[in-house]
């Protein structure tokens, strides 16, 4: 059998692509009104965020262990790379070790340093490299190398909601005076910065794909682009990166999931893009 592969809802895969590409996905946390709703799994109302306070936890030890030794199990000991949203953003990647550990040496767990298809491109490359055969080393080394060829960006209408839920990195020093600004955002290190400051939502939006141009260079890339409750705001991206980008090999348009929808908020654009090698 094959070596399986597992990922976090963080890394917002449509049930379809997960399921074809034969990756078991844990589901994140959203707390609304007192109730515990797993994401992919739960019914999360759109407007979720209006039903009242909202917070947000990683998958814990205990339920990636279950579904470590599930997906050991059904690779019949050929074992578990599993790949996470970036440690500098959830607990989930401790939650990980933590698993991995009481389940033994046949998993390999990978810090994604990224989110959103960012982990999910990383996935879906470590089950390709699983179904044509590859030992669970190369499939680790296959998800470990898409993970550091993967950037994320992202606009945010308001930094109201990193601030809440301690998102928002170095880029702190924005909160105040600072926001009414309009932030591009990116990953660095696995964690949430500020990459430049503009005035307006067109010149951010500009500035999103100007950043995402040079990281493509004339390299081929898949991008997706996600959002929260603005579809029509992240087709205008999507059409903007392909006039700019020349070598645009697949490109999606992907809502955010609610977990990170609760943390960027309404109106949030972002960009995750895998360069070739």
């Known amino acids: ?59 814990s030890p205990g339920e990636l262990t279950t579904m470590y030794r599930e997906a050991l199990d059904r690779s019949e000991g050929a074992g578990v790379v599993a790949v996470h949203i970036s440690r500098g953003l959830s607990s989930t990647w401790e ?79 924005l909160v105040g005076t600072a926001l009414a600004m309009k932030p591009v955002l990116h990953l660095h290190e696995g964690k949430l910065v500020l990459r430049e400051k503009t005035r307006t939502s067109n010149k951010a939006i500009g500035k999103l794909v100007d950043a995402i141009a040079a990281e493509a260079g004339e390299k081929g890339v898949a991008l997706t682009v996600h959002h929260v409750q603005c579809a029509d705001r992240a087709a205008i991206v999507a059409s903007l990166l392909r006039e700019r980008i020349s070598l645009v090999r697949e490109l999606n348009i992907l809502p955010f999931g609610a977990v990170l929808g609760a943390h960027v908020g309404p109106g949030a654009v972002g960009v995750a893009v895998s360069v070739e090698p």
């Open 95 to 173: 939650a990980a070790r933590q698993a991995a550990a009481a389940v033994g040496d046949r998993v390999r767990v990978v810090d994604s340093g990224v989110a959103g298809m960012g982990v999910g491109y990383a996935a879906l490359s470590a089950a390709r490299a699983a179904a044509g055969g590859a030992d669970l080393d190369a499939v680790y080394r296959e998800a470990v190398a898409v993970s550091s060829r993967t950037r994320c960006f992202i606009v945010v209408d308001r930094l109201d909601h990193l601030r809440r839920g301690g998102r928002i990195g170095t880029a702190a020093a």
């Open 1 to 59: 059998m094959s070596v399986a592969v597992v990922t976090d809802s963080a890394s917002c895969l449509e049930f379809s692509t997960a399921r074809a590409a034969g990756i078991a996905v844990a589901p994140l946390h959203v707390f609304v009104g007192g109730h515990d709703l797993r994401e992919g799994i739960d019914d999360i109302p759109e407007n979720f965020a209006a039903a009242g306070p909202v917070t947000t936890s990683g998958a």
